[in-house]
């Protein structure tokens, strides 16, 4: 296969999951058992996640993921972002959709599947980054909503998530790049409501890691503690869940402590909206082909 089939078959897997994912009822599950069912599903079509399940509710815009035994319990009120990886020797399909019962907030999830799609229909070679944010941006606001300015989308290589490339939300006055002829992007628009501030920051939570450098700590268990996670994820994103399917719970903290201390590990916390409001989001991931803009995930 090569690494235009990869990103097909990945692609495949990942729309699928998240088709599922988009027709369930949530309410009354917790977060533990839908991120392990839909790791599990990636799994069972052939694939790898290529990052942890995410599951960030209401005002969470993103990067939270099922702690081990997670109770957290979905409402029927709630906003739900579901944000898939999945990988085939390394190449990533990336997707998103936003699951909710609350009327409030139904149009707002439309907004951001809406805006993705009009940015992805002008996402040709040489489109420039802040022609797709300006299209985004409007499209966002012509629908009374705001876009997220500091969250965007991603060029992807073999491997990384995020390779370089940064697909804004928003139009950009300062650099722009055009886009690159069978390079992978995710494009995906995050939105929240008019009275929320438009900005995420970095709250607390933290259950999302990536090795950033193998340099060796000189503590033989933590050595191989570092080996291991990284024969299993190399540079992609894992989280705690992971880490208890070969070790001890107690172990896996305290290793994960010391190397998030040394740095050879760094976390993802979660990002959440400044004033606290609802955020809803859209992800596809594109590749540029001669012929055709490919929705890899469609
Ligand atoms: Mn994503
Ligand atoms: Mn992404």
Request: aromatic share 8%; with cysteine; net charge negative.
């Amino acid at each position: 296969m090569d690494s235009f089939d990869c990103y097909i078959k990945a692609g495949e897997i990942a729309s699928r999951v998240r088709e599922n994912a988009r027709k369930k009822d949530y309410t009354g599950k917790n977060l533990f058992e839908i991120c392990e069912q839909m790791e599990r599903e990636i799994i069972l079509n052939g694939g790898a996640p290529a990052f942890p399940v995410n599951v960030s509710l209401n005002e969470i815009a993103a990067h939270y993921t099922a702690e081990p035994n997670d109770q957290t319990v979905v409402a029927n009120s709630d906003v739900l972002k579901i944000d898939i990886g999945v990988h085939i020797n390394g190449f990533i399909a990336d997707t998103a959709v936003t699951v909710s019962h609350n009327s409030k907030y139904l149009e707002m999830a439309a907004a951001a599947e809406t805006a993705l799609n009009e940015a992805i229909k002008i996402a040709k070679p040489n489109t420039k980054s802040s022609e797709l944010g300006g299209v985004i941006e409007k499209t966002i606001s012509r629908q009374g909503y705001k876009p997220i300015q500091n969250l965007s989308g991603h060029s992807l290589e073999q491997f990384t998530i995020h390779a370089g490339k940064s697909i804004p939300n928003i139009k950009t006055f300062g650099s722009s790049f055009g886009l690159s002829l069978n390079q992978a992007y995710a494009i995906e628009p995050f939105v929240t409501t008019n009275d929320g501030q438009g900005v995420v920051y970095e709250g607390k939570v933290k259950n999302i890691f990536g090795i950033v450098s193998r340099k060796p700590t000189k503590e033989k268990n933590c050595d191989e503690f570092l080996q291991d996670i990284w024969d299993k994820f190399k540079t992609l994103p894992f989280t705690t869940r992971w880490l208890l399917h070969d070790h001890e719970e107690v172990h896996a903290r305290k290793m994960l402590e010391i190397l998030l201390k040394r740095k050879n590990v760094h976390s993802y916390p979660i990002l959440v909206e400044g004033n606290y409001k609802m955020v809803a989001q859209a992800e596809h991931t594109i590749i540029l082909r001669e012929d055709e803009t490919k929705i890899i995930t469609i």
